[in-house]
């Protein structure tokens, strides 16, 4: 059974981090390129940021210079750094892991960005 987990979520100043994380399992997670969403209140779901197997990374405008996105395949963990944060931040972080146009979701993790 695969299963992606994310943690790490939670209520921060504008400007202030969070680091979120998602432990998958059930996958071989080394072979997978992963990759973070966001959704925020009455909107569609976004991209937000694309690590590959091998190791090549990618981010939306929005985030890029901000947000460092991460792996530890010993750990089957992907990461997700966000500073200097800003209210339109604010959103249900989803992490998903991609191969070969098979993908799995995990359950989302809240991000509040408020003074």
């Known amino acids: 059974q695969v299963q992606l987990v994310e943690s790490g979520g939670g209520l921060v100043q504008p400007g202030g981090s969070l680091t979120l994380s998602c432990a998958a399992s059930g996958i071989v997670f080394s072979t997978y390129a992963m990759y973070w969403y966001r959704q925020a209140p009455g909107k569609e779901r976004e991209y937000v940021a694309r690590?590959?197997?091998?190791?090549?990374?990618n981010y939306a405008d929005s985030v890029k210079g901000r947000f460092t996105i991460s792996r530890d395949n010993a750990k089957n963990t992907v990461y997700l750094q966000m500073n200097s944060l800003k209210p339109e931040d604010t959103a249900v972080y989803y992490c998903?892991?991609?191969?070969?146009?098979?993908?799995?979701w995990g359950q989302g993790t809240q991000v509040t960005v408020s003074s």
């Open positions: 998903r892991g991609l191969r070969n146009s098979v993908g799995y």
């Open positions: 690590l590959s197997s091998d190791g090549n990374t």
